[in-house]
């Protein structure tokens, strides 16, 4: 498989013939001592304006962030491998023995997972002791809104934010609360926000196909959310990360739109016939080749890992925890020997919840956060992997 790389690589222009000498983790650039940002645009600021913003610049380039409180929430009812083994050909052992899952959480009812995020996002506020009203960004990481045109919003207004903060989602599947990691220090660093909020959340129950016993045994609902802070870049909480996405992997795992048979209907036109109005649409179910998936994650995350920590300037022996997508415990286990690091160093609570995509990462955080197991000022090494096919992964420091 080709892996092609997303890190953003601009074009620094040349300044008095000055060579580039340095790459800022933050993704700022400086030609020697002179500091300088690189932004959006089609055209090179001259020299003039260059100085000029000298001391903006700079603030910019010193500018951290880090990971300052979390938060997580997960629906009441719990489905266990004995609950499944009632409606498909299955039972405790198999699921285990291929999964290490044993159970999962499951939305019902009227509940939604919108519900779950602001449940997540008011602990995580209430950790890093932060008012709603000083969130600068709410992102939404999750690949199964409430609303086709992203439930952000609503989150947003139900944690009572009275300054109309921005708010979106981002859909990366299991890769999204990575990418929603990258993206708040991006706009911490380059925008100056100073409070972002990036939750993952999905609920996969409502995608699966219940009589498919390859893909309804895997998964869970779920949330977990990060206040990720701005601060000087010596308590900076993202040293480095690497990201990824190869569209010719969509086959192996996708939720596709279809057409419903029974809508749409034809009008003619200028003696001709076509199909309109267009026939009604939704998503199909989870689709999912397991084996070309589990030989693609234990692939590229080791190598994706292995290019964070350089980006970082770390090795492995910098690492604490990893802390990977919860999507089968024989990738977890695959990965940590590959790169050489002990069982007891891994985060897993796959166990309990199943693989809950973009919540995966964030709920495993909380929990190792509030149980003590994850220490304040510890490295982990954290990535996702899944549809798209995308993968990611970060070197952070939990503060």
Same mark, same amino acid.
């Given at each position: 498989?080709?892996?092609?790389?997303?890190?953003?690589?601009?074009?620094?222009?040349?300044?008095?013939?000055?060579? /580039?000498?340095?790459?800022?983790?933050?993704?700022?650039?400086?030609?020697?001592?002179?500091?300088?940002?690189?932004?959006?645009?089609? %055209?090179?600021?001259?020299?003039?304006?260059?100085?000029?913003?000298?001391?903006?610049?700079?603030?910019?380039?010193?500018?951290?962030?880090?990971?300052?409180?979390?938060?997580?929430? /997960?629906?009441?009812?719990?489905?266990?491998?004995?609950?499944?083994?009632?409606?498909?050909?299955?039972?405790?052992?198999?699921?285990?023995?291929?999964?290490?899952?044993?159970?999962?959480?499951?939305?019902?009812?009227?509940?939604?997972?919108?519900?779950?995020?602001?449940?997540?996002?008011?602990?995580?506020?209430?950790?890093?002791?932060?008012?709603?009203?000083?969130?600068?960004?709410?992102?939404?990481? %999750?690949?199964?809104?409430?609303?086709?045109?992203?439930?952000?919003?609503?989150?947003?207004?139900?944690?009572?934010?009275?300054?109309?903060?921005?708010?979106?989602?981002?859909?990366?599947?299991?890769?999204?609360?990575?990418?929603?990691?990258?993206?708040?220090?991006?706009?911490?660093?380059?925008?100056?926000?100073?409070?972002?909020?990036?939750?993952?959340?999905?609920?996969?129950?409502?995608?699966?196909? @219940?009589?498919?016993?390859?893909?309804?045994?895997?998964?869970?609902?779920?949330?977990?959310?990060?206040?990720?802070?701005?601060?000087?870049?010596?308590?900076?909480?993202?040293?480095?990360?690497?990201?990824? %996405?190869?569209?010719?992997?969509?086959?192996?795992?996708?939720?596709?739109?279809?057409?419903?048979?029974?809508?749409?209907?034809?009008?003619?036109?200028?003696?001709?016939?076509?199909?309109?109005?267009?026939?009604?649409?939704?998503?199909?179910?989870?689709?999912?080749?397991?084996?070309?998936?589990?030989?693609?994650?234990?692939? /590229?995350?080791?190598?994706?890992?292995?290019?964070?920590?350089?980006?970082?300037?770390?090795?492995?022996?910098?690492?604490? @925890?990893?802390?990977?997508?919860?999507?089968?415990?024989?990738?977890?286990?695959?990965?940590?020997?590959?790169?050489?690091?002990?069982?007891?160093?891994?985060?897993?609570?796959?166990?309990?919840?199943?693989?809950?995509?973009?919540?995966?990462?964030?709920?495993?955080?909380?929990?190792?956060?509030?149980?003590?197991?994850?220490?304040?000022?510890? %490295?982990?090494?954290?990535?996702?992997?899944?549809?798209?096919?995308? @993968?990611?992964?970060?070197?952070?420091? @939990?503060?």
């Amino acid at each position: 498989m080709e892996i092609a790389s997303l890190i953003f690589t601009p074009k620094v222009p040349q300044l008095n013939k000055m060579r /580039v000498s340095a790459i800022f983790p933050s993704g700022f650039y400086s030609p020697d001592a002179i500091p300088m940002r690189v932004s959006c645009s089609s %055209t090179v600021q001259g020299s003039d304006q260059l100085f000029a913003s000298k001391s903006q610049s700079s603030r910019l380039i010193g500018k951290g962030c880090k990971l300052v409180g979390c938060g997580s929430a /997960v629906p009441k009812l719990q489905i266990s491998n004995d609950d499944l083994s009632k409606i498909v050909d299955t039972n405790d052992e198999w699921i285990a023995v291929r999964t290490g899952i044993r159970n999962r959480r499951v939305l019902t009812g009227k509940d939604r997972m919108t519900g779950l995020a602001v449940e997540a996002a008011q602990k995580a506020l209430e950790m890093a002791e932060v008012n709603p009203d000083d969130v600068d960004l709410v992102l939404l990481c %999750t690949s199964t809104p409430d609303d086709l045109f992203g439930s952000a919003p609503q989150i947003q207004a139900a944690l009572g934010c009275k300054k109309n903060p921005l708010a979106f989602d981002i859909t990366a599947a299991c890769s999204g609360f990575v990418l929603g990691l990258v993206s708040a220090s991006c706009y911490i660093r380059g925008g100056g926000f100073k409070n972002v909020l990036v939750i993952g959340a999905d609920a996969l129950s409502r995608y699966v196909d @219940w009589t498919d016993r390859g893909t309804c045994i895997l998964f869970g609902d779920a949330a977990g959310a990060v206040l990720v802070q701005a601060c000087d870049s010596d308590e900076d909480g993202l040293f480095g990360f690497d990201l990824h %996405t190869d569209g010719e992997g969509n086959r192996h795992l996708n939720a596709s739109v279809k057409e419903n048979e029974t809508d749409g209907g034809l009008f003619s036109t200028n003696g001709s016939v076509v199909e309109f109005p267009p026939k009604g649409s939704s998503y199909s179910l989870v689709q999912m080749n397991g084996r070309e998936v589990f030989r693609f994650a234990c692939q /590229v995350v080791p190598q994706s890992i292995e290019i964070a920590l350089e980006n970082a300037g770390m090795t492995r022996s910098n690492i604490d @925890w990893l802390l990977l997508h919860q999507a089968n415990q024989r990738i977890l286990d695959a990965v940590a020997t590959r790169l050489e690091i002990p069982e007891d160093r891994v985060i897993s609570n796959l166990a309990n919840y199943g693989n809950t995509s973009a919540a995966s990462i964030p709920l495993a955080l909380d929990e190792s956060v509030r149980s003590g197991k994850i220490k304040s000022g510890q %490295t982990i090494a954290t990535a996702g992997f899944g549809a798209g096919l995308t @993968w990611g992964s970060a070197i952070i420091r @939990w503060n």
